[in-house]
């Protein structure tokens, strides 16, 4: 569920306002890391604070014979914690490459590795998978035997793909310069990877 997304969602209380912010993540083993800059202002009270971290899949769109019973087939995880700040470097470093190869798989052997000044401005949280929950709903309309019978309006799944489109150069890239292999792979069309998780209605 977590390795086939590309983007959280983390909710926190900040100035005693819930806020929910979007941004990048990724997981070693059963802990899930994310990152920003060392001067925004929710890093700065994420220690030790109460968190929530969502990644949610819309796989398709119910149609059914009723308003009702309309629906998404979907794919959720919720994640609940404590935030902790990683102080060990090399924890950071292999946080930090998670979090890259998550969004951009094989961009940490070919680019430039972060220095000391970028690495000085950036904060990385660490949340532990214990508390976590998944929620999943694939299938048909749950439609009611009254409107099956009745007939005359349309049911069913409208199907919904996230998908990779044709990589476009930097212009400022020296002519001749082909797109490297790690990112060719990702092919126009390509679905981000599919989650393992058993569907089942919901």
Known sequence: MLDAGLVCHIGLVRDGAPVVLPTGYGRIDDTVYVHGSTGAG??????????????????????????????????????????RLVTDAAEEIAALRAI??????????????????????????ALDLGEASVKVRSGPPGDDDADIAAGGRWAGVLPV??????????????PGDGVPT????????????PSETDHGNG
């Open 42 to 83: 929710w890093l700065r009270i994420a220690d030790g604070a109460p968190i929530c971290l969502t990644v949610t899949h819309v796989d398709g769109i119910v149609y059914a014979r009723s308003v009702f019973h309309h629906s998404m087939n979907y794919r959720s995880a919720v994640v609940h914690g404590s935030a």
């Open 182 to 193: 790690h990112v060719a792979e990702r092919r126009p069309g390509q679905r981000t990877p």
């Open 100 to 125: 890259v190869e998550q969004l951009s798989p094989g961009s940490w052997e070919h680019a430039r590795e972060p220095d000391r000044r970028e690495l000085s401005a950036t904060a990385v949280f």
């Open 161 to 174: 793909h996230t998908v990779f489109g044709v990589p476009e150069s930097d212009p400022t890239l020296p």
